[in-house]
């Protein structure tokens, strides 16, 4: 909220990630389910006919964030937030809406880390001991498609660690 030379954090960078994060998510939302409604139901259960899902990514940083993460953990706390009242919405047209929250995972800005940063990291981390890989995440993806009981929840997705405030 304040730098440290005292001056308030700017509305543009904070509206800047909310605008990425959340509004970017929301208008995603709202122009994929006017397709999606339209989709023919399957599923052979008595109460399936199920027209698809939305998989939302949120972040840990949603519950645990962290000094300077202001504006990225109320965008994806907001998206954690919306996924319950999403799902009560949209049950009537037969979509499900889950949200993943990964914790840390191997990316292209991890990448970037110092080898200190990531030690720092990898010590906070209960287990495993390392960053997610991509496969982990897709393969929670996979189960959220195919498991119609996962619905208007968020699951967290990063091997137990909660992120202290200060590291």
């Not at 730098?3 to 929301?26: A, E, K, Q, Y």
């Amino acid at each position: 909220m304040i730098d440290r030379h005292g001056t308030p954090v700017s509305l543009s960078s904070f509206d800047f990630v909310v605008n990425i994060n959340l509004r970017g998510t929301v208008d995603l939302i709202r122009q994929l389910l006017p397709i999606m409604i339209k989709n023919e139901p399957f599923g052979s259960e008595p109460g399936d006919g199920e027209r698809g899902v939305l998989v939302l990514v949120s972040s840990v940083a949603a519950f645990d964030g962290q000094p300077g993460q202001l504006a990225y953990s109320a965008s994806k706390g907001a998206v954690a937030s919306m996924t319950l009242p999403l799902a009560r919405d949209i049950a009537q047209y037969g979509i499900r809406a889950v949200t993943i929250a990964p914790g840390v995972f191997t990316s292209a800005m991890t990448d970037m880390m110092n080898e200190k940063v990531r030690k720092s990291l990898e010590g906070v981390m209960e287990f495993p001991k390392r960053m997610g890989k991509a496969e982990e995440f897709a393969s929670l993806v996979s189960q959220v498609i195919t498991n119609r009981m996962l619905n208007a929840t968020v699951l967290r997705l990063d091997g137990g660690v909660r992120m202290p405030s200060k590291m």
